[in-house]
């Protein structure tokens, strides 16, 4: 999976958080009535996706593909709106650029559906099954959520992304985009509809409540019953809103407060390159490091090496009075405070603290870490036992990079987000994750004595 | 498994629903420092568990058992308190049975603990795991929720029956029982206490806030964060309230609005014992039928055959006009409103309509059902591949009674309750699902190029 398709779903800070503000209460009303009339055509359109064929799926996503790149010029125009709008309200550059759609990009937006349909149909997979004593015969059966509702921010790309993931799982999607993208949301949407009409599926399928306003999120986020499960896909922010407000069902993501911890027998010439790979490979994704932990033993060789190679990649070292000590001239350097522990710089920035143990190292991580990645570098079996069974972290890593835990890298093909909740999904979520189980038992007659 | 010990979960009309009512606003600060006192307790205790082994867990199980057969006496007497403030309130006579503990049920209780020793350990399942291109080793193991909350009425077996489970699955536990047993409660939560004291492990395992009365459980389901997931056990009302307002999440379980369709291929012979075991074999459980859908084409021979019987059952009738026409004598007959369709009777009443089709039938599940489990008698394969695939509920039975939705029937061992929602756990539950997952990776110095 490229990165434009299947983008982490931590943005940077600064990202457009308006998907879920607060709503005037004049629109509240309009809102309900539109939000559920189209999440009632999404359950209802659902249906008709829930006994369809692989076949049926696979052709709805390379015509979704067509349509993209065919109606690229309407899509880029709109997209051309959105951006001058952008640009007006003084929009960083960067959030332009997420924003900012060519035919470069829809071509890769579009590759990413033909992926889409070359992974596996998740639905029908036999989870678990046998034939109890009585001669019943027991399967359980993974079967598509119905309605997914996506709530994220000002990447257009996310919109065909999420309705691709929708499909291929058996799902109508309901989608509430950034407003900063809805000239482009609102062409793509069409696109989409438009290709699924000529494919004999109902438009419905993929349909957008952007034209609510803020107060549409919030309806969405109350659509319990009606919406099966809600994605926030986006910061912080965002997924913190979602999770609080929301009477749905929530699949959590994102935020990766992720932990290097270097023990006292750690390999120090591996380990120096996977702490620059986890902080500098890309930094602005939710499986970065942020912290960096450095036993007490190890510091005098490790410290002076992992610094100056930090130095040459630019980062920022947050560190504590034993850092401080090591550093080499031309290292930008500021005394590490409690907020840089819990801090998700998604940047060139790294917190530092030396440690005394591997049990102060633990407590440090307990206390801090959002639960999503952490890493340990060591050549010692106890320290691995210890940090891969005390930890409540959806991935440990030993020996390896944080960058690892991503539902390409592991195998699993398109990736929904990386969970950071227990319920459900933990850690990188393929399609599987988009699904459910129905128990089917099969009998001839059977009643309980 | 037998009914004391792991009863469905939801309990007849009239159950005590005190658990969640709203709280004095004067009791609420006090609250929070309670309950958040003892979440974190809960937390930190439940790191002790997360890396005992099965036999350490096992040994707290029986000893848990022997105490409580030990202390049987202390136990009878709080339970004789919570009796007499029942009848003192003018408790039903069928809820002081539900309340009341002597030395036969308390030896039940203690072998229910005893059987769950028996089962295996979900904990430290490998999920599944490959070898990547690069090397690394990925593994996804089962590992322990953390804490573990479970929100419950006036039947003091279910706190040690929650306290069993949560500690087989290595999960801390903190309960919210109704108040109607707080008495009970307060002393088996202190000698299961005992029990794990001598064992070695921390009391905090099992924790009551029961002392913070309707405040406590409010602050239980603001939790979030301390609390991994709380687990409603009880009445339609009870399972409401914690689903809309607790910000942890909550696995809900229990609602069954159970619909039997008799279909026009049906063999009458056998359809009309499987409606009156959906109906009759227990009637105040979830996955008791609570309406008959009859098609029409089978109506003249089916239709006299299952009310004779169940007249002879005294089942009261709630039928539509076709229904009627076929009343014998002394059946308790009443016209179908739209109500009947909506109820959960959880008594020996039954809704019962005739339909012209299978799509009538399962327009009309898809209305009314709750979502658990739905039956369809036929002998036809395209109505079972139609009511099989098209329906969206947690079981679909064929040709065999409602009833054998169930954990024990199922063949999953001890069953935490039956979930009607999609995410995480749909059906039956076992073990398995008070556990979440870690992915582990080991690597020898990978990068991500």
């Known amino acids: 999976m490229t990165d434009i398709t299947y983008p982490t779903t931590n943005a940077g800070p600064g990202e457009d958080a308006s998907a879920v503000a607060t709503p005037a209460p004049a629109a509240v009303d309009d809102a309900r009535e539109g939000v559920r009339g189209i999440a009632l055509a999404a359950k209802q359109a659902s249906r008709a996706l ?73 639905v029908g997979e036999i989870v678990r099954g046998s034939t109890l004593p009585n001669g019943l015969r027991l399967r359980q059966v993974r079967v598509p959520m119905g309605v997914v509702g996506m709530i994220y921010e000002a990447r257009p790309n996310v919109t065909v992304d999420a309705a691709g993931l929708a499909l291929k799982s058996g799902n109508a999607v309901v989608l509430r985009g950034g407003s900063a993208a809805a000239s482009s949301n609102e062409v793509i949407v069409a696109v989409l509809g438009e290709a699924l009409v000529r494919q004999g599926l109902p438009r419905e399928l993929v349909q957008s409540i952007d034209a609510y306003g803020r107060a549409g999120a919030v309806e969405l986020m109350r659509a319990r019953g009606l919406v099966d499960v809600l994605v926030p896909r986006g910061g912080a922010d965002l997924i913190r809103t979602v999770v609080t407000e929301s009477l749905v069902p929530v699949i959590e993501t994102g935020v990766g407060n992720c932990h290097v911890f270097v023990d006292a027998s750690a390999d120090v010439a591996q380990a120096v390159p996977i702490v620059l790979n986890s902080k500098t490979q890309r930094t602005g994704v939710c499986n970065a490091a942020e912290t960096l932990l450095v036993h007490r033993d190890v510091a005098p060789t490790f410290l002076p090496a992992v610094l100056e190679e930090l130095r040459r990649r630019d980062v920022t070292i947050h560190g504590d009075d034993a850092v401080a000590a090591n550093v080499p001239e031309g290292l930008r350097f500021e005394q590490a405070t409690e907020t840089d522990w819990e801090t998700e710089y998604l940047s060139l920035d790294l917190a530092v603290r030396v440690v005394d143990s591997l049990d102060e190292a633990l407590e440090h991580i307990r206390r801090y870490s959002s639960g999503h990645t952490e890493v340990i570098c060591t050549r010692d079996t106890r320290s691995v036992q210890r940090f891969t069974t005390e930890l409540d972290s959806a991935a440990i890593i030993v020996n390896a990079s944080s960058r690892f835990t991503d539902g390409g890298q592991f195998g699993l093909g398109a990736e929904i987000g990386i969970s950071t909740q227990k319920l459900h999904a933990r850690g990188p979520m393929g399609l599987a994750e988009l699904t459910t189980t129905t128990w089917i038992v099969e009998g001839d007659g059977q009643i309980r004595e």
């Not at 692989?54 to 996503?61: C, E």
């Not at 997420?98 to 071509?107: F, V």
Request: net charge negative; hydrophobic share 50%.
């Open 50 to 122: 829930a006994t369809a064929t692989r076949a049926t799926k696979d052709a709805a996503l390379h015509a979704m593909a067509d349509a993209l790149v065919a109606e690229a010029a309407r899509i880029i125009d709109a997209n051309g709106a959105d951006l001058a709008r952008g640009r007006e309200n003084g929009m960083k550059e960067s959030l332009l650029d997420r924003l900012a759609l060519d035919e470069g990009r829809i071509a890769g937006i579009a590759d990413a559906l033909r992926e889409l349909a070359a992974l596996p149909d998740p």
